[in-house]
């Protein structure tokens, strides 16, 4: 137990609030995304400026205190909590400062995408991120980034530039292609093992208005639509994205005579040109789709259109592994648990990995799966906290039937708190050279509530 003395006397020295067990709003504090963690922590510092995350690492290193670092607070497994430890919370470190003479975003270490996207959109730019608006920027660019841009301008992490972070010892450094590009290539993938983002500098690309929306078929036509867009988007223009999802309709917003029912569906997102949009969705509406409400939209309707349906506090179970192929065998699994979702928000999602992100080689950032066609994410989700079980055996279930025919990793930000086995398969050939510099930047292993990479001293 620490002191009251040097708590207080910490707490002076910060400009953020610092949150007990005993203080009003500390279970507000600890709420996270997924309503399935349940931790408490010792400390809770909402750090508003570098000189308080500075000041919290430097307080928990000395104290010998478990550290956790949250940013938007939606990682599945909760890293961005711990029990009995420190949290140093970054959600009030926040700005967006779009530079058009450069077409750059500078972005806080504690901002939500949909922030970004609010600041960037009236200039026509967009950075490449995920497909939920209320993700933080910092985990989702630290794990890799993929969503609807990704065929067009790659990952997130192939439009980061440059980041200022604090390390294990309480010092900041700036980081991109000449400034400590050793540990530019670690944070491009490697999570939150080598130290905390503070701010991020994004290259921003010109995208105004997109076409798409979801298409959907009834869920007996898996196999066969799978096989045709596994086919088709390998092939498809850099500014077609598609993913594609085993889902049950909830409700609204779509109409009353899909509801409750099993689908395969596609959300498209087209960044060309919109006069030729139509065009590129000839041969995807020639499939004949159930349902389709595909048309032009602002790139942050595409970004939003599922913030409704997951708010936060719903209970989230979550797994996955990349793919090569989308062979019979994996096709036939996908009809099999598709045909059996347990709760109408439960689903799997195949995101592809092609196109401008499967043009960086495996060994230029950290993230080791650009030969992979698709990142696999099944997720059970319900309301319900006494659903639990259920949609946690459903996505085991059905993550240990596909595994096998898996490529051996997985999106970490797709992951829960794994084995030190799946971590490593996660970063391939990667691994030791992020070991040698988890030795070089975090020998202590400080940050180690993350999809942890060890040091070897």
């Known amino acids: 137990m620490i002191n009251k003395t040097i708590i207080q006397e910490f707490k002076a020295n910060l400009r953020g609030a610092l949150i007990e067990p005993q203080d009003k709003g500390y279970d507000d504090a600890r709420k996270v995304y997924n309503a399935m963690i349940n931790k408490r922590p010792l400390i809770i510092v909402k750090c508003v400026d570098v000189a308080d995350v500075m000041a919290a690492v430097n307080f928990g290193r000395e104290?010998?205190?478990?550290?956790?670092?949250?940013?938007?607070?939606?990682?599945?497994?909760?890293?961005?909590?711990?029990?009995?430890?420190?949290?140093?919370?970054l959600s009030c470190l926040k700005f967006v400062r779009v530079d058009t003479s450069t077409n750059t975003v500078r972005v806080g270490g504690g901002n939500l995408w949909g922030e970004v996207d609010h600041a960037t959109h009236p200039f026509g730019l967009a950075v490449p991120a995920g497909i939920i608006s209320t993700t933080g920027v910092g985990g989702l660019t630290l794990g890799g980034g993929i969503g609807h841009l990704s065929r067009k301008y790659g990952l997130t992490i192939d439009n980061l530039l440059e980041a200022d972070m604090v390390l294990a010892d309480g010092l900041i450094v700036t980081v991109n292609k000449d400034q400590n590009a050793d540990l530019f290539w670690a944070i491009r993938g490697g999570g939150g093992n080598f130290g905390i983002v503070t701010s991020f500098k994004f290259q921003a690309h010109p995208v105004k208005n997109v076409?798409?929306?979801?298409?959907?078929?009834?869920?007996?036509k898996t196999e066969e639509i799978m096989e045709w867009y596994h086919n088709f988007i390998l092939n498809a223009p850099d500014e077609l994205n598609g993913f594609i999802a085993t889902m049950i309709i909830p409700g609204p917003p779509f109409p009353e005579h899909l509801h409750n029912k099993q689908f395969c569906g596609i959300v498209w997102c087209y960044t060309g040109d919109m006069n030729k949009a139509k065009e590129a969705f000839k041969p995807i509406l020639a499939k004949n789709p159930l349902f389709e409400h595909v048309g032009e939209m602002p790139y942050p309707s595409v970004q939003t259109l599922f913030d409704g349906l997951f708010p936060p506090g719903l209970q989230w179970y979550w797994r996955a592994d990349f793919f090569t192929e989308l062979g019979p065998e994996i096709r036939a699994q996908h009809l099999k648990f598709g045909s059996n979702i347990p709760t109408p928000l439960s689903q799997m999602h195949l995101y592809p990995i092609s196109g401008a992100a499967s043009r960086?080689?495996?060994?230029e950032?950290?993230?080791?799966?650009?030969?992979?066609?698709?990142a696999g994410v099944i997720v059970g989700v319900d309301p319900e906290p006494a659903n639990a079980t259920k949609i946690t055996k459903w996505c085991k279930d059905y993550w240990e039937a596909l595994h096998p025919y898996s490529s051996g990793g997985a999106y970490s930000n797709f992951m829960m708190d794994e084995t030190e086995e799946r971590v490593k398969a996660t970063y391939g050939k990667n691994y030791e050279r992020l070991v040698t510099l988890k030795n070089k930047y975090d020998p202590t292993n400080l940050f180690r509530v993350n999809q942890n990479i060890k040091p070897s001293l």
């Open 360 to 363: 960086v080689r495996n060994e």
């Open 211 to 220: 076409f798409g929306g979801p298409t959907l078929w009834p869920i007996e």
């Open 63 to 89: 104290n010998k205190l478990l550290i956790a670092v949250r940013g938007g607070g939606h990682n599945g497994g909760g890293l961005g909590l711990c029990n009995d430890g420190l949290v140093i919370d």
């Open 365 to 374: 950032t950290a993230w080791a799966y650009r030969d992979a066609n698709y």
